[in-house]
């Protein structure tokens, strides 16, 4: 699960594993070009923004696959491309095929209530929420990783499907279904248990079955915590004094939105599959990737990237993927047009670590609204900018430019303005912005 509510988490967030697949990229066939990856990919080991697996493949061929750092650091066992990490909220893509499978053989209306195949959903406000609704996080429905204090009491307790629903999946509206984007695990939750009502199956069953099989994905499933599974990475938190191993999270918790698992070999086969029609029409797929507000289609966030002139821009579709307790990131990028890989390689240089002074960084001190009753503060300590989410502990930042900062313990991005009056998160593939409400 990722956006707003990996924010919000309990735990520091290590940047784990990272899942680099990225079909259709040019100019990358010479070893010199695979070198330089490799190089790249090391220097950001060397700095701890990557521990995990990358693969990268052209024109349906793959000309790199590595693995960097350890799955398990108390028996010193490296990761490989045959590592199974935790995908977090890459799962929502596999959510949303299946609905749309469903949708494809007449079982599922996009827009229609989701009191229709959900019945004992809340009639006053699941009568106003579509399935098209939980898909593009536009439904208004609370997402429950933002509620206060979620992760450190519920996290460990596992739950049944409805059991869940109806006790963290099912608040009032927060706003009129359709009017506004709010990244919510509690819409993709919903879907799960729709895909599990519709088709008599569990939701990992029914995944399994109408893709894994299908695609010969034989390293990727639902993850559960009392199967013996061979070459699964462990979780870990980056602390001041090192690294520790990451605390329990019960799967039940991130279920359709959060809780499969896979390898980077496995997600090329993912990705392969999305170039052709084997899991669905050509038609619904345009649907499924056509954004919505904020630039979020159907488990899919669609936006252009800019390269590093500021100018060019090439069409990306992706989505970031983290498990707030349990210390998994994972990303997932397609682009679906042929970039310029060398313009890709060079964008994704080894960042720079500028010091802005105590009076640039004293603009952004204060208290920032990302949603009602969610804020996130900013303080100063020496030369050093902290983050603060409500009822939540405090992170270092590090900056990237002079207005643009990220957390040294997990992977988001904020940009301030330049006067600091306004600030726009981006993680996960969401985009928030918030006004100052208190402080300067």
Request: hydrophobic share 35%.
């Amino acid at each position: 699960m990722d956006a707003l509510p990996i924010y919000n988490s309990s735990m520091s967030k290590l940047v784990s594993v990272l899942a680099l697949c990225l079909a259709a990229v040019s100019n990358l066939l010479a070893a010199t070009h695979a070198e330089k990856i490799d190089s790249l990919l090391a220097a950001y080991h060397k700095q701890r923004y990557f521990n995990g697996s990358a693969l990268v493949a052209e024109k349906g061929q793959v000309i790199f696959r590595k693995g960097y750092g350890l799955a398990n650091m108390e028996w010193d066992i490296p990761n490989a491309p045959d590592t199974k990490f935790r995908l977090g909220s890459i799962t929502k893509q596999f959510t949303s095929m299946v609905i749309m499978q469903l949708v494809s053989e007449g079982k599922i209306k996009l827009d229609e209530k989701i009191t229709t195949y959900l019945p004992d959903y809340r009639k006053d406000t699941g009568d106003r929420v579509t399935v098209r609704h939980l898909l593009t996080h536009t439904s208004g429905i609370p997402s429950y990783t933002g509620l206060p204090g979620f992760f450190q009491k519920k996290s460990r307790d596992p739950y049944t499907v409805d059991a869940f629903v109806k006790e963290y999946a099912s608040g009032d509206l927060e706003f009129d279904p359709g009017s506004k984007f709010a990244y919510d695990n509690s819409g993709y939750f919903l879907l799960g248990a729709m895909i599990e009502k519709i088709t008599g199956k569990s939701y990992a069953d029914a995944v399994k079955e109408r893709i894994f099989d299908p695609l010969g994905m034989k390293d990727s499933g639902y993850d559960r915590f009392d199967t013996v599974l061979p070459k699964r990475a462990s979780g870990y938190a980056l602390t001041p004094n090192g690294y520790v191993n990451a605390p329990y999270l019960d799967m039940s918790i991130p279920y359709a939105a959060g809780s499969l698992y896979s390898t980077v070999e496995d997600l090329y086969k993912w990705d392969r599959a999305l170039y052709g029609d084997k899991l669905l029409s050509a038609e619904l797929k345009k649907t499924m990737f056509t954004p919505m507000l904020q630039n979020y289609a159907f488990g899919w966030a669609v936006r252009p990237l800019k390269l590093d002139d500021q100018k060019t821009e090439v069409a990306t579709i992706g989505h970031n993927g983290e498990l707030a307790i349990a210390n998994y990131k994972k990303s997932l990028e397609l682009n679906p047009k042929n970039d310029n890989g060398a313009e890709r390689l060079k964008r994704l240089e080894a960042p720079a670590q500028p010091k802005p002074d105590a009076a640039t960084l004293d603009k952004y001190l204060g208290t920032f609204e990302l949603r009602p009753g969610f804020n996130i503060t900013f303080t100063r300590e020496g030369d050093k900018l902290f983050s603060q989410a409500t009822g939540q502990p405090k992170f270092e930042m590090a900056a990237d430019s002079p207005t643009e900062f990220h957390p040294l313990a997990f992977r988001a991005r904020i940009v301030f303005a330049t006067d600091g009056s306004t600030l726009t998160l981006y993680q996960g593939g969401a985009e928030i912005t918030a006004k100052r409400v208190a402080g300067k």
